[in-house]
């Protein structure tokens, strides 16, 4: 313990980030109401609901058609509504031997098929697309049928490592459809290719992408009334809850003033709730997203500590803190860091009194093992800056996993969603599972390709895509083409992953991917979440402000 000791006699010269200050005032968020509660339209929705299980259970259909409502209901964000109705249609067309005959000359129908098939879990091989193959390639006159070439596009995004049909089938569609988009005759078929490259489905928010696909499907000449109605409905009513949680998160945030004190750092409570929308979309998560989105808050401002405004003598005595976590032993601390401290000391008590109230579990650990971890990460970047070095990128990502805060936010996810929260779960999800290994990898390098550009020029560690130029002594440009390439090959890696079910209760996995996800969107052009422009203010005003018209 010889570091305690602070010389305050020094000057300290200390950097800044220069970030913008918040632009969502606290007085606004009070002010955000809905029309669309759930006791005014819940009648309205169960009729909804019952028409829709009737098409779903609906045999005399062709399956082609089910799939097809399958795939609307589930962009739709109406998935969560029908999980077992689905479960139990894809199970028969899994089931059925005489699909693969059917679908031999209708490549849009075996690649959806592939792709509901691999989401929810089934073994279909990839040999299903032999078919539309000759002499080891695509065939060329496939090049004519868009909307085939569409959907294997997307189910691409599904397949695994080592599967080289697929790895065909990606470099076949991506070709032909940047070639083409623009020029589709069918403007709807020409939207749906230009949002697909930009990002695939199994890459994108759920929450966003049913936003975009409500109105294009409104547009749509098969579109089915009352699957469009509930959409809406199911859309607003939902905004609605994510209202009340982002008053209560704002309030707490406005009353807690870490930001006035500690002006440095980023104060972002709506975009940390953003986050969690991203995450945990489905209603019955309320309490997840809420105290999670308050852990991301306050984590950023610990980040910004690490990052630019500590030393790296005060980074020690601050990681010491965390790992003794006695609030008799804070003296050593500036005065800042006692603040942020006990800011955070207070928050993580209070989810563990509401966890031992409801549950007679202890999380105190969990959680307290989780932040050790992530401080200890945050302590080797920033002695790593501080020092000049240039890790590896193998190097970098086994630490960048635990401090991109992945795996701290996961664990949090867990225990304020399991009911009842079982201490093997937690010990599963602690040591790493391959899952969060591999997401907890992915998220690290989506983020640095969207932040390490603002990063670096105020003085980091190298990210991911510097330490790549510097051990292979390649450009940005390359490098950057090379981190596009891990993120597909870690994202083929997670699907073959995937396919072996995690033994926790809650839907951690799905938090996973959905992290993923959101990473992709939120950092699609830039830091989306300290940075302002006006992709994250139209998000916040979709997902959050403005009802779908009905
Ligand atoms: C990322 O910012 C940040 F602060 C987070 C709290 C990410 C949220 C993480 C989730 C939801 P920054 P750094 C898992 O790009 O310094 O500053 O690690 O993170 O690159
Ligand atoms: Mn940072
Ligand atoms: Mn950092
Ligand atoms: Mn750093
Ligand atoms: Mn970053």
């Known amino acids: 313990m010889s570091t305690l000791i602070v010389n305050h006699s020094l000057p300290v010269v200390r950097r800044s980030a220069n970030y913008e200050p918040c632009i969502w005032d606290a007085d606004f968020v009070q002010t955000l109401a809905t029309d669309y509660t759930g006791e005014r339209f819940n009648g309205r929705v169960n009729e909804l609901k019952g028409n829709v299980i009737g098409m779903l259970n609906d045999v005399a259909k062709p399956n082609l058609d089910r799939l097809e409502l399958i795939d609307y209901l589930q962009r739709l964000g109406l998935g969560y509504h029908f999980e077992q109705e689905i479960k139990s249609a894809l199970t028969k067309m899994y089931e059925d031997p005489s699909y693969e005959t059917l679908e031999r000359n209708d490549l849009h129908g075996a690649a959806l098929r592939f792709r ?3 989401q929810h879990g089934f073994n279909i091989s990839q040999n299903v697309f032999e078919y539309f193959m000759e002499n080891g390639s695509f065939k060329g006159c496939l090049c004519e049928d868009a909307k085939g070439v569409l959907s294997l596009y997307e189910a691409y995004y599904f397949s695994s490592e080592g599967e080289s049909i697929m790895e065909d089938a990606w470099s076949f569609t991506s070709k032909i459809l940047s070639e083409n988009s623009g020029n589709i005759i069918d403007p709807i078929l020409d939207m749906k290719v230009k949002h697909a490259l930009e990002l695939p489905l199994n890459w994108r928010m759920p929450r966003l992408e049913a936003r975009w696909y409500i109105d294009l499907y409104a547009r749509s000449n098969n579109m089915i009334p ?9 859309y607003n009513i939902v905004q609605g809850l994510y209202q009340e949680e982002l008053k209560i998160a704002s309030k707490w945030w406005k009353k807690l003033r870490l930001s006035t004190k500690l002006g440095f750092a980023r104060d972002r409570l709506v975009e940390s709730y953003i986050w969690m929308v991203g995450i945990a979309p489905e209603p019955q998560f309320g309490y997840c997203r809420l105290e999670a989105a308050k852990a991301i808050q306050i984590i950023s401002v610990i980040d910004d500590i690490y990052d ?7 980074l020690e005595l601050f990681t010491d803190a965390i790992e003794r976590w006695d609030i008799n032993s804070l003296q050593p601390l500036p005065d800042y860091m006692r603040t942020c401290f006990l800011a955070l000391y207070n928050f993580v008590n209070e989810i563990v009194y509401h966890i031992f109230r409801e549950q007679n579990v202890d999380v105190l650990p969990n959680l307290k093992k989780g932040l050790i971890e992530l401080m200890k990460c945050y302590l080797v970047e920033a002695r790593w800056y501080h020092a000049g070095y240039k890790p590896t990128l193998e190097e970098y990502l086994e630490n960048g996993k635990v401090s991109i805060a992945m795996p701290i936010v996961m664990i949090l996810s867990y225990i ?10 937690l010990e599963f999800l602690e040591d790493m599972p391959d899952m969060l290994n591999l ?11 969207g932040t390490s550009s603002d990063e670096i020029a105020r003085g980091d560690v190298p990210k991911s895509i510097q330490c790549h130029m510097f051990h292979n002594g390649t450009s940005e440009e390359v ?14 890696e997670i699907n073959a992953c995937r ?3 995690m033994p926790v209760s809650c839907p951690c996995t799905e938090f996973m991917l959905n992290c993923a996800r959101s990473s992709h969107y939120i950092y699609y052009t830039s830091d989306g979440f300290a940075v302002h422009d006006d992709r994250s203010k139209n998000t916040l005003f979709s997902l959050i402000v403005q009802p779908v018209l009905l």
């Open 116 to 118: 509901l098939l691999r």
């Open 226 to 234: 009352a699957v469009l109605e509930l959409a809406k409905l199911d």
């Open 308 to 314: 630019i405004y500590g030393t790296v003598n005060e």
């Open 416 to 425: 304020c969603s399991a009911n009842p929260i079982k201490k093997e779960e």
């Open 439 to 449: 997401s907890g990898k992915l998220c690290r390098i989506i983020d640095d390709y």
């Open 479 to 492: 490098a950057r083409a090379e981190m596009r390439d891990l993120m597909r090959k870690k994202w083929r």
């Open 499 to 501: 396919a072996r079910d």
